[in-house]
């Protein structure tokens, strides 16, 4: 019997311990994990360059594919940690809860919300309160005072369990809220995501982690998750 319970121990410690190791969605060489939103690829414009994967938008301009590109797995609770560059007067984002559908969506923040990644002093969204770094863009306005300049690494970390929903920016919690409920409803309801082309937005709370290619450079690296 005891035996028994010391081996049921083991696996239980065991199972807690591998849920909460840290795994890799870019390995600084290849998209490997990576497609273009309603695709099996990763557009061209998207490119490699000293271990992070940066859009290039002379590379869109001049007819090369796009898109945002999302994750290959999708996360249920789930602790996302990243670091981004945004290029001068740039806008980009990290979307996550997105489902990958394109019968249904057309883009990716037509079901997934986004941690705002921007120029919060050279793109024209800076003077919005609301579409500031580090915000949940357009529904819950930030802590101000933490972002880096453009052309500086900024370290995410966005950690969702059960309904909670926490965003950090440089090790500093920008935005702690709950999901689902009728606050969520109401915050919705104000957002421009209430309009009818995102009728299932903040709807589902599990999808899969996008980054957006919004014209702009933008450089992400170092990405991981765990699984909560």
Not at 70 to 89: A, M, P, R
Not at 187 to 216: M, N, T, V, W, Y
Request: aromatic fraction near 10%.
């Amino acid at each position: 019997m005891k035996k028994l319970l010391l081996a049921s121990l083991i696996c239980f410690v065991a199972a807690q311990t591998n849920a909460q190791e840290w795994i890799s969605l870019f390995d600084g060489k290849t998209t490997k994990g990576w497609h273009s939103f309603g695709k099996t690829t990763v557009g061209e414009s998207w490119k490699i360059e000293d271990g992070a994967i940066v859009f290039d938008p002379a590379a869109k301009a001049a007819g090369k594919s796009a898109g945002d590109i999302v994750t290959n797995e999708s996360f249920n609770d789930f602790h996302l940690q990243l670091e981004w560059k945004i290029s001068k007067n740039g806008n980009s984002g990290i979307i996550f809860f997105v489902q990958d559908d394109p019968t249904k969506y057309k883009e990716t923040w037509h079901t997934g919300p986004e941690m705002q990644v921007l120029d919060n002093d050279g793109h024209p969204d800076g003077k919005i309160v609301s579409h500031r770094a580090g915000n949940l863009y357009d529904l819950i306005v930030g802590k101000e005072g933490v972002v880096k300049p453009y052309d500086q690494w900024n370290k995410v970390d966005i950690i969702f369990k059960k309904d909670k929903l926490d965003l950090i920016l440089n090790d500093v919690t920008v935005v702690s809220t709950h999901v689902g409920d009728d606050s969520w409803k109401e915050l919705i309801r104000r957002s421009k995501f209430a309009e009818g082309e995102s009728p299932d937005f903040g709807k589902k709370f599990s999808g899969h982690i996008a980054l957006q290619d919004h014209d702009d450079k933008v450089s992400y690296r170092n990405i991981r998750i765990q699984k909560l």
